[in-house]
Protein backbone atom coordinates (compact mmCIF):
# COMPACT_ATOMS: atom_id res chain seq x y z
CA UNK A 1 0.00 0.00 0.00
CA UNK A 2 1.02 3.61 -0.87
CA UNK A 3 0.91 4.69 2.89
CA UNK A 4 3.73 1.54 3.73
CA UNK A 5 6.08 2.58 0.94
CA UNK A 6 5.83 6.02 2.26
CA UNK A 7 7.03 5.66 5.47
CA UNK A 8 8.90 2.12 5.71
CA UNK A 9 12.45 2.51 7.38
CA UNK A 10 13.70 -1.19 7.30
CA UNK A 11 15.76 -2.43 4.66
CA UNK A 12 17.77 -4.75 5.41
CA UNK A 13 19.68 -8.10 3.30
CA UNK A 14 17.37 -7.32 0.17
CA UNK A 15 14.13 -7.30 2.63
CA UNK A 16 11.57 -4.26 2.81
CA UNK A 17 9.74 -5.01 6.41
CA UNK A 18 7.35 -3.05 8.50
CA UNK A 19 4.29 -3.04 10.06
CA UNK A 20 1.19 -2.15 7.62
CA UNK A 21 -0.37 0.98 8.93
CA UNK A 22 -3.59 -0.02 7.98
CA UNK A 23 -4.62 -2.64 10.42
CA UNK A 24 -1.06 -2.64 13.02
CA UNK A 25 -3.14 -1.02 16.20
CA UNK A 26 -5.97 -3.96 15.60
CA UNK A 27 -3.36 -7.22 15.71
CA UNK A 28 -1.00 -8.67 18.14
CA UNK A 29 1.45 -9.26 15.33
CA UNK A 30 1.43 -5.65 14.50
CA UNK A 31 0.53 -6.36 11.19
CA UNK A 32 4.20 -6.85 10.48
CA UNK A 33 5.45 -8.29 7.05
CA UNK A 34 8.83 -8.96 5.17
CA UNK A 35 9.10 -8.73 1.19
CA UNK A 36 11.95 -10.10 -0.52
CA UNK A 37 13.39 -7.56 -3.19
CA UNK A 38 13.88 -9.30 -5.90
CA UNK A 39 16.41 -8.75 -8.77
CA UNK A 40 14.38 -7.58 -11.17
CA UNK A 41 12.89 -4.61 -9.31
CA UNK A 42 16.09 -3.40 -7.22
CA UNK A 43 16.28 -0.66 -9.69
CA UNK A 44 13.77 0.72 -7.82
CA UNK A 45 15.20 0.97 -4.49
CA UNK A 46 18.01 2.59 -5.60
CA UNK A 47 15.96 5.06 -7.76
CA UNK A 48 13.99 6.04 -5.12
CA UNK A 49 16.44 5.98 -2.01
CA UNK A 50 16.28 7.90 0.54
CA UNK A 51 19.81 9.49 1.05
CA UNK A 52 19.59 10.66 4.51
CA UNK A 53 18.36 6.87 5.58
CA UNK A 54 16.02 7.89 7.26
CA UNK A 55 13.14 5.72 5.55
CA UNK A 56 13.91 3.51 2.77
CA UNK A 57 12.25 6.06 0.08
CA UNK A 58 12.41 9.13 -0.60
CA UNK A 59 8.64 10.04 -1.14
CA UNK A 60 8.42 11.53 1.90
CA UNK A 61 11.07 14.08 0.36
CA UNK A 62 8.78 14.24 -2.74
CA UNK A 63 5.10 14.13 -1.44
CA UNK A 64 3.52 16.60 1.70
CA UNK A 65 2.07 13.06 3.47
CA UNK A 66 1.11 9.62 2.09
CA UNK A 67 -2.30 10.54 0.98
CA UNK A 68 -0.72 12.92 -1.86
CA UNK A 69 1.55 9.95 -2.62
CA UNK A 70 -0.74 7.56 -3.40
CA UNK A 71 -2.60 10.13 -5.19
CA UNK A 72 0.32 10.60 -7.67
CA UNK A 73 0.94 6.58 -7.81
CA UNK A 74 -2.97 6.11 -9.22
CA UNK A 75 -2.46 9.24 -11.67
CA UNK A 76 0.68 7.57 -12.80
CA UNK A 77 -1.42 4.15 -13.19
CA UNK A 78 -3.99 6.45 -14.77
CA UNK A 79 -1.47 6.88 -17.81
CA UNK A 80 -0.39 3.66 -17.85
CA UNK A 81 -3.96 2.49 -18.20
CA UNK A 82 -3.94 4.89 -21.48
CA UNK A 83 -0.77 4.14 -22.90
CA UNK A 84 -1.76 0.40 -22.64
CA UNK A 85 -5.48 0.78 -24.08
CA UNK A 86 -6.57 -1.16 -20.79
CA UNK A 87 -10.31 0.05 -20.47
CA UNK A 88 -11.13 -0.91 -16.52
CA UNK A 89 -9.73 2.23 -13.64
CA UNK A 90 -5.96 1.08 -12.63
CA UNK A 91 -5.57 2.18 -8.96
CA UNK A 92 -3.88 1.29 -6.43
CA UNK A 93 -6.29 -1.23 -4.84
CA UNK A 94 -7.13 -2.85 -8.41
CA UNK A 95 -3.48 -3.63 -8.38
CA UNK A 96 -3.38 -5.89 -5.37
CA UNK A 97 -6.46 -7.41 -6.54
CA UNK A 98 -4.87 -8.08 -9.76
CA UNK A 99 -2.03 -9.36 -8.04
CA UNK A 100 -4.18 -11.54 -5.80
CA UNK A 101 -6.13 -12.80 -9.08
CA UNK A 102 -3.17 -13.59 -11.20
CA UNK A 103 -1.42 -15.05 -8.05
CA UNK A 104 -4.06 -17.11 -7.35
CA UNK A 105 -5.86 -18.30 -10.73
CA UNK A 106 -2.87 -18.27 -13.27
CA UNK A 107 0.47 -19.07 -11.08
CA UNK A 108 -1.91 -21.45 -8.64
CA UNK A 109 -0.58 -19.99 -5.62
CA UNK A 110 -2.75 -21.06 -2.51
CA UNK A 111 -5.26 -18.83 -1.00
CA UNK A 112 -3.72 -18.93 2.32
CA UNK A 113 -0.28 -17.58 0.82
CA UNK A 114 -2.41 -14.71 -1.41
CA UNK A 115 -4.01 -13.87 2.07
CA UNK A 116 -0.39 -13.75 3.84
CA UNK A 117 1.07 -11.95 0.86
CA UNK A 118 -1.49 -9.22 1.60
CA UNK A 119 -0.54 -9.38 5.05
CA UNK A 120 -4.54 -10.38 5.77
CA UNK A 121 -5.83 -12.29 8.58
CA UNK A 122 -8.76 -13.92 8.78
CA UNK A 123 -10.34 -15.66 12.15
CA UNK A 124 -10.48 -18.61 11.21
CA UNK A 125 -6.71 -19.03 11.06
CA UNK A 126 -6.15 -16.66 13.98
CA UNK A 127 -5.59 -19.17 17.03
CA UNK A 128 -3.32 -21.55 14.23
CA UNK A 129 -1.21 -18.91 13.37
CA UNK A 130 -0.19 -17.72 16.70
CA UNK A 131 1.52 -21.66 16.92
CA UNK A 132 2.91 -20.91 13.57
CA UNK A 133 6.75 -18.62 13.00
CA UNK A 134 5.30 -16.76 9.84
CA UNK A 135 7.05 -17.98 6.87
CA UNK A 136 7.40 -15.10 4.68
CA UNK A 137 9.50 -16.98 1.53
CA UNK A 138 5.77 -18.03 0.59
CA UNK A 139 5.59 -14.49 -0.41
CA UNK A 140 8.82 -14.35 -1.84
CA UNK A 141 7.56 -17.52 -4.10
CA UNK A 142 4.43 -15.92 -5.15
CA UNK A 143 6.09 -12.59 -6.00
CA UNK A 144 9.15 -14.50 -7.84
CA UNK A 145 6.54 -16.34 -9.72
CA UNK A 146 4.55 -12.66 -10.30
CA UNK A 147 7.74 -11.56 -11.59
CA UNK A 148 8.76 -14.08 -13.88
CA UNK A 149 5.00 -13.83 -15.74
CA UNK A 150 5.03 -10.12 -16.03
CA UNK A 151 8.68 -9.93 -17.44
CA UNK A 152 9.16 -13.10 -19.32
CA UNK A 153 9.69 -12.90 -22.94
CA UNK A 154 6.96 -15.49 -23.40
CA UNK A 155 4.32 -13.74 -21.64
CA UNK A 156 2.21 -13.11 -24.47
CA UNK A 157 1.78 -16.90 -24.93
CA UNK A 158 -1.34 -17.32 -23.61
CA UNK A 159 -0.21 -20.53 -21.51
CA UNK A 160 3.39 -19.78 -21.14
CA UNK A 161 4.98 -22.04 -18.30
CA UNK A 162 6.47 -20.70 -15.15
CA UNK A 163 9.76 -22.25 -15.28
CA UNK A 164 10.11 -25.12 -12.41
CA UNK A 165 12.43 -23.36 -10.25
CA UNK A 166 9.64 -21.09 -9.24
CA UNK A 167 7.24 -23.61 -8.18
Known amino acids: NPVDLYFVDSYKKKRISYNRKKTESRREDEAYISIKVEPAVEFLIDK ?23 SNLNKGLKDVQKACGIEENLTMYVARNSWATIARNKLGVSVDDVALSLNHVDEEHKVTLGYIEKDFTLIDEANKKMIYLLFSKDQKKENSDVPEETH
Open 48 to 70: YKDPTRKRVFNFYKMYSDSHVFG
